[in-house]
């Protein structure tokens, strides 16, 4: 069960995972082993799942932000792992998605420009059959974050103390 103090080790690590564990325990009101221990148990249950460095897009050229939404004719398990394996090619599909609704899968697509998106629409397709592709271009990314919201984790349950 993650109780309050994890909850406030993981909105630090969320933040910055370059914060040294020893400040983490500072700011949580721990010492740096305990600390590293509720850090490690959170990887082993996997809470944690991985600590990335996050990139600029404009400085590696991958400002072109496209929201792809695709439909297809057949909806079963063998044409949806062989969609899947075909979408793994792609380093420029960044999120992949299957949806409820009209649209039944959804990419993010991470490109320098219309003519490498339009490459990378020509290889798809050549790869696998797709009744309906639909794309969207962002104009301005107005919020991006990788946190992820913290309040919903359910609370500890208060100890009773027996009399």
């Not at 009101?29 to 600029?56: F, N, Y």
């Not at 899947?84 to 992949?96: Q, S």
């Not at 592709?133 to 500890?156: D, G, N, W």
Request: include cysteine; charge should be neutral; proline fraction near 5%.
């Amino acid at each position: 069960m993650i109780d309050r103090i994890d909850r406030r080790i993981l909105a630090i690590l969320q933040e910055d995972c370059t914060v040294p564990v020893a400040e983490i325990g500072r700011r949580v009101g721990l010492s740096t082993t305990p600390c590293w221990r509720r850090i490690q148990k959170m990887e082993e249950d996997g809470v944690i799942t991985g600590r990335v460095a996050l990139l600029d897009p404009h400085k590696v050229n991958t400002k072109v932000t496209a929201f792809v939404a695709i439909t297809t004719s057949r909806h079963n398990d063998d044409w949806l792992r062989k969609f899947a394996d075909v979408i793994k090619e792609f380093p420029e599909v960044v999120e992949f998605y299957r949806m409820a609704g009209q649209v039944d899968y959804l990419l993010r697509v991470v490109v320098p420009d219309i003519e490498a998106y339009d490459g990378f629409y020509k290889r798809l397709i050549a790869k696998i059959d797709i009744a309906d592709v639909s794309t969207t271009f962002a104009m301005e990314q107005i919020k991006y974050t990788t946190e992820l919201p913290l309040a919903y984790v359910p609370a500890e349950k208060p100890k009773t103390v027996a009399v």
